[in-house]
């Protein structure tokens, strides 16, 4: 059987599984639930909620369960599942590489910390103007695309009346894209504003944030540079320079 409880907002779904789920469940229930969800809004987030009693699937289930995920892909910001069952649990880690949004595993006990993690956002973005030409974009946690369409306006407004920007990039707290959405705004942000940027440094730690600043200098046409986290005054020094 599945239960699905709506929030105030509507975004956010917590379905309820117990004893054994059919197709029935899926065509009646969840389907329904989850496309009214979707009229309203790009994304919502699902935490399921798998009681002690659930058996499992019936096969009719398991394919509609695949017909869901083949069919709302994209349309999920955020899963969330709570379960005591070790088979369920195994599951899901396996899976939640594939999926394009951030999934996250609890147990039954834990299940007001997946409630908050549901509700909370994982990461901000920082849009920081420096004086003249310079501007500090700093990234932090794990991002999702309307952090990335929040920041674009930011950097909008401080673009107006300016015709080339530089840009230091702070990626010291940057610990990666909400899924596969997340990472596709990063990269129409990059698109949308790479004509007006005039030379970009980096600032991290990790070699693969090197590497970006290495394919970035090619992508983009402009100068970069990147320096190491404790060199982020020199890095300001050598964006403003010249």
């Known amino acids: 059987m599945i239960t699905v409880h709506r929030n105030s907002d509507g975004a956010l ?7 054994e789920v059919t197709s029935t469940d899926y065509s009646e ?10 009229t309203e809004h790009d994304n919502v987030r699902l935490l399921a909620v798998v009681q002690p009693e659930f058996k499992g699937y019936d096969l009719g289930a398991a394919w509609a369960d695949t017909k869901l995920g083949l069919s709302h892909w994209r349309g999920f910001d955020r899963i969330g599942v ?22 996250q595993v609890f147990e039954l006990s834990e299940l007001e910390a997946a409630r908050r993690w549901m509700r909370e956002s994982l990461g901000s973005i920082h849009v920081i103007d ?8 700093r990234l932090l946690g794990k991002l999702d695309p309307d ?6 306006l930011d950097l909008d407004n401080l673009l107006q009346g300016k015709e080339g920007f530089r840009l230091l990039i702070d990626l010291r707290e940057f610990d990666g894209w909400q899924g596969l959405s997340a990472l596709a705004s990063h990269f129409k942000l990059v698109r949308n504003h790479a004509g007006m940027l005039d030379r970009a440094a980096i600032i991290g730690d990790k070699t693969w944030q090197h590497m970006a600043q290495r394919a970035a200098s090619h992508v983009l046409g402009t100068r970069t540079q990147f320096f190491a986290s404790e060199d982020i005054e020199n890095a300001k020094s050598w964006l403003a320079a010249g």
């Open 82 to 103: 709570a379960a005591d069952q070790g088979w369920v649990k195994t599951s899901i880690r396996l899976a939640a590489p594939i999926l394009p949004c951030p999934v």
């Open 147 to 152: 952090e990335f369409s929040r920041a674009e």
């Open 130 to 137: 420096l004086g003249g030409p310079c501007i500090q974009i």
């Open 13 to 19: 779904l917590e379905v309820e599984l117990s004893g």
């Open 29 to 38: 229930v969840l389907v329904p639930a989850i496309e009214a969800a979707l």
